[in-house]
């Protein structure tokens, strides 16, 4: 132990006085070689290109795990986030490359580069995705980093909806990270990675894992055991990209940095499990709006069947105050307007603080200008004249209103660019 | 709404007043058929049998996910407990074939006998061990089920060692569960429906998910970054757990209706993943006791190399208080005959209350006799003279010790029988 201390206090005091020293030499064992990843030597399917006019995780295929981090900004320098803007940028390529973030022999006398979990996994498809909350440009009327002008105009803080049961620490953030993987270490792995990085600049404010059935094919099911994201747009359809997702320059309620980015709303929402569980199987089926095991709408026979919210063969009608009618009454022109990008995961996290079982659904979702999109939906849904009768079964307690930044286009350009210079 | 309210109460008198009437007919789509699911029909590599001498998910390889669930009995009647333990065995073994709670059509009118998330995944080799703690046979004093004279000599309640941090609300139990499964949407099934059947009679007291990595080959890795499990003994090694593992009708410290059991030992071992983070490399492997990228112990070269603790070339050696060589210290037969069987998983749990990575080891060993094996060892490392230097990096919050139920022989036994009868 006491040879233990004498080294470290020897190589704190080395480091400092002759930081750039190779000090393996003097420390035996301590040029420690990094594996390398058969994945990143080749380019797979595995491995997703960091590099584009749009960030990954938007319109890429759901992988089976997420990891949403939320960070506060501790700093009042818009240098030092400058700084560490550019570190993420190439920290998140090499990771979506499926590289160790070392890539020199690590140095023992130091603490290491790479956290190391994930070594012997492939890439798992990482994708990363970065975001800015209201918060990051405004803050308790302070102008905080001299961006306050550049504010997307329909960027704001979240606010409380009907119902809901928001917890300041699990809600809202200066910058959100989405980490999406086919591995839940890899996710953990580069949230980890980014936090320590970001040490003294910003810190983790809330985190939120989510897990899809790693053995389920087409559409995955949520906690209350129906299938979730049926009529979802496919994520191939460029055209409803364009129009529903992706901010254009000519965007009068956003930025023109911001071109090429997109607005990302999350909602933590507890599922009630054993309220719900107590239900019959025909009201939750009315409740959702949806039959259970097949997917099928009300009124039809298999899945991908539109709903005509008419009367079936028995007479039987799809409730006004159903969740997908509510969500989306297909009355035309104005509900495909109002269409979002949803790519939610279940969460399950143990026990809350009473013993209830702590799980739900991690909503994501993206659309090109949310008080027309996503908060026209939401509004109905939490209507308190007939709101959703599913809200019955749930409580969100967490999330916020995020503006995803544009791609990073090639090497050499970083994250938020367009935004700082 | 009001046809549903009409209906909902309809339904509550005519339950009530002529159980057993097929309903269906009167509420149009209430008939339900439940999907068949594919790997039902067929036995797979993908199925492992619920029935043997030994329960399943001891010496079963590690699938990826795990939910360990404690439960509190609420009933003090052993009739209830006895009936809940025969319910369980037929659950157990329907939910380890991989098919649907529910094998007649669902009654629309009540709910859901099984609770549907799982539909479309197949097993994911699940399997489920059932435990039981020492307040299962008595608590503060009390007899509570006339059961307290057949506890098993050697199951107490988990002390608390030098420097744990026990939570009262995740460690103890009179039932523990261990489901485990190669998606975590089927453990997570398991459990809630185990749980739901339990109402009146058991509810959760604690639950902990684990992860492994999806992606990850050989010996899988901690969050501290090193491979976990190295020294393990081979699963297939059947003198060893003939020796250490499995209890046998004549030991003393147990009791002749547990032959075919086994302890379990939980730890929820927080790590201190910030403080790790910023230990040197050297520092790291110093710990451990082990090289970190390849695993190799300080003085082999390889994984698997098994460690002398003698000088290596440059003169150093495996520190005393390494966490491998406190662990087992290879002395010989005495050695040996501690050793367990370590079923670890990583815990990625969000952020604790005060904003740290909520992140650790959910260790988990079998052993014939936590005295002289679990405890030994871990009074080694909890030693105040000379503790394990890993200490300084974790808390362990939670756990407990618990009796692993003898195997169920064939249909018609059920969990527990040579316990109640």
Known sequence: MSDKMNRRAFLGMTAAGAAGVVLGDLLGKAQVALPTNKAAATT???????????????VTPAQNFANVAAFDVTTSDVKELQALMKQWT?????????????????????????????????????????????????KEGVDRFGLRSRKPAG????????????????????IVVQACADDPIICFHAIRNLTKAARGVAHLRWQQTGQLGVKSQGTKRNLFGFKDGTANP????????KNNVWIDASDKDSAPWLAGGTYMVVRRIHMRIETWD????SDQEEIIGRQKVSGAPMDGKAEFDTPQFAADAEGKVTALDS????????TGENSE?????????????????????????????????????????????????????????????????????PGVSSKGSYLGQTLFE
Chains 1, 2 share one sequence.
Not at 121 to 137: E, N, R, Y
Not at 234 to 241: I, P, S, V
Not at 278 to 281: A, D
Not at 353 to 367: D, E
């Open 44 to 58: 797979t399917n595995e491995t997703l290109n960091f590099y584009g006019t749009h960030q990954t995780g938007v």
């Open 155 to 174: 960027l704001t803080e979240m606010p409380i909806f009907h119902k809901d049961s928001l917890q300041e620490q699990l809600t809202h953030g200066d």
């Open 90 to 138: 190439e920290m998140a390529a090499t990771l979506m490359a499926g590289k160790p973030l070392a890539v020199e022999p690590q140095d023992g006398a130091f603490p290491p580069t790479d956290t190391g979990e994930q070594f012997g996994l492939d890439t798992g498809k990482l994708t990363l995705t970065f975001a800015l909350g209201a918060t990051f440009f405004e």
């Open 278 to 281: 107590q239900q019959t199987y």
């Open 234 to 241: 496919a994520l191939q359809d460029e055209t409803f990209m």
């Open 323 to 330: 969740h997908i009618r509510l969500s989306n009454p297909r």
């Open 337 to 405: 307007r109002e269409r979002i990008l949803r790519r939610g995961y279940n969460f399950m996290d143990n026990l809350d603080s009473v013993g209830r079982i702590n799980a739900g659904l991690l909503f994501v979702c993206f659309n090109r200008n949310i008080q027309t999109q996503f908060e026209s939906i939401q509004k109905r849904l939490t209507n308190p004249k007939m709101p959703d009768q599913m809200l019955a079964y749930t409580d969100t307690t967490g999330g916020g209103y995020f503006a995803v930044l």
